[in-house]
């Protein structure tokens, strides 16, 4: 079983249109975050909730909305997609980040492509 | 403020050479240090991992010490092989558990 699996894999869709990128763990963890990789593979957190609250939430547009339904689910919601949106997003999840040297676990990501 | 920076590359090797991979940070108190390897069209995955000052972590021949004095964990490596043609990435978990950074990612790849 795959532990922290997303959905979509690929996404291409227009400049304007709203999606959502689905993000599930079967780890049992507390806490989920959602990445963000640009094409220079900079890899930069956007989100991390923990049991269902926002613990963090990075300088992102507001067109970024994550939904969490449980602890087992965080969901990345984005309205009026831009360009500059185009990245591969990733999810992940990790039991307690405040647990010294806690390990996160990565889904495979979502390559979104906006035209 | 927190922050990890380590080398840029790419970084090409024949198989069986050294690798060294350099990475330093910045931080308050007395952050977990971690690299993670990302495969070709995967996610992210913890390649090894230190909590403390002097900490060595090691997994699959790779190695990398924390270094308070200078505050590195460079990763190292004695003989690599094609399969370990990835992005590697250092990364620093904040020991209040709320700050995540990750390096810019190093590409390697080795030829045969």
Redesign the interface.
């Known amino acids: 079983d795959t532990a922290?699996s997303q959905t979509p894999k690929y996404l291409v869709t227009q400049m304007g249109n709203d999606k959502s990128i689905k993000c599930e763990q079967n780890l049992g963890h507390d806490t989920m975050?959602w990445?963000k990789q640009d094409s220079?593979?900079?890899?930069?957190?956007m989100f991390?909730y923990n049991n269902k609250e926002l613990?963090?939430n990075e300088t992102v547009p507001n067109r970024f909305s994550p939904k969490s339904p449980d602890k087992a689910h965080l969901n990345l919601h984005i309205n009026s997609l831009e360009l500059g949106d185009s990245a591969v997003y990733?999810c992940?999840s990790s039991q307690?980040?405040?647990?010294?040297?806690?390990?996160?676990?990565?889904?495979?990501?979502t390559r979104l492509l906006v035209l | 403020g927190n922050s990890v920076t380590q080398m840029e590359g790419p970084v090409t090797l024949s198989e069986e050479a050294f690798l060294t991979i350099n990475c330093t940070y910045t931080a308050t108190g007395y952050p977990?240090l971690?690299w993670?390897v990302?495969y070709p069209g995967?996610?992210?995955?913890?390649l090894l991992?230190?909590?403390?000052a002097d900490d060595k972590g090691s997994n699959k021949g790779f190695e990398a010490t924390y270094r308070k004095e200078t505050t590195s964990f460079h990763l190292e490596k004695g003989s690599v092989q094609v399969s370990d043609s990835a992005?590697y990435?250092c990364a620093l978990?904040s020991?209040?558990?709320?700050q995540?950074y990750?390096g810019?990612?190093t590409?390697l790849t080795v030829i045969p």
Do not use: M
């Not at chain 2, 995967?42 to 913890?46: F, S």
């Open positions: 922290v975050y990445y220079k593979k900079f890899l930069k957190i991390s613990i963090i990733f992940a307690d980040p405040r647990d010294i040297g806690e390990t996160q676990y990565f889904g495979p990501g | 977990s971690f993670y990302q995967e996610g992210l995955q913890l991992k230190a909590t403390k992005v990435f978990i020991n209040t558990g709320n995540f990750f810019t990612g590409s």
